[in-house]
């Protein structure tokens, strides 16, 4: 049946050599040394690091976005228009 878990097969020999010679991670860990583990696929650094070639978000990804929409500027711009806005139904407000 589709979508049912599988239990884990145990590597074969040739398996567990193919694993072993998988490329590694290879970013400096706290101790100084190499980190072991292994790459992600297509990248260079593994699930835990990055800085290396190729890894991070996809081209064009804009999780991070620094869209400005909240800076002091854009903010204070916001506030002049609405007080503006507030003004002008004051003035609506006495006026009917
Ligand atoms: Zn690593």
């Known amino acids: 049946m589709s979508g049912e878990r599988q239990a884990r097969r145990a590597p074969g020999p040739a398996e567990i050599a193919a694993l072993l010679g998988s490329p590694r991670c290879g970013a400096r860990t706290?101790?100084?040394?190499?980190?072991?583990?292994?790459?992600?696929?297509?990248?260079?650094?593994?699930?835990?690091?990055g800085g290396g070639?190729?890894?991070?978000?996809?081209?064009?990804?804009?999780?991070?976005?620094?869209h400005g929409a909240?800076?002091?500027?854009?903010r204070a711009?916001?506030?002049?228009?609405?007080d503006?806005?507030?003004?002008?139904?004051?003035?609506m407000k006495d006026w009917g």
């Open 84 to 91: 503006y806005v507030r003004a002008c139904n004051r003035a």
């Open 70 to 74: 909240y800076s002091a500027d854009m």
């Open 53 to 66: 070639k190729g890894s991070g978000g996809q081209r064009g990804n804009a999780n991070a976005l620094q």
């Open 77 to 82: 711009q916001r506030r002049a228009v609405m």
């Open 30 to 49: 706290r101790t100084g040394a190499a980190c072991r583990a292994p790459a992600v696929r297509d990248k260079r650094r593994c699930r835990k690091h």
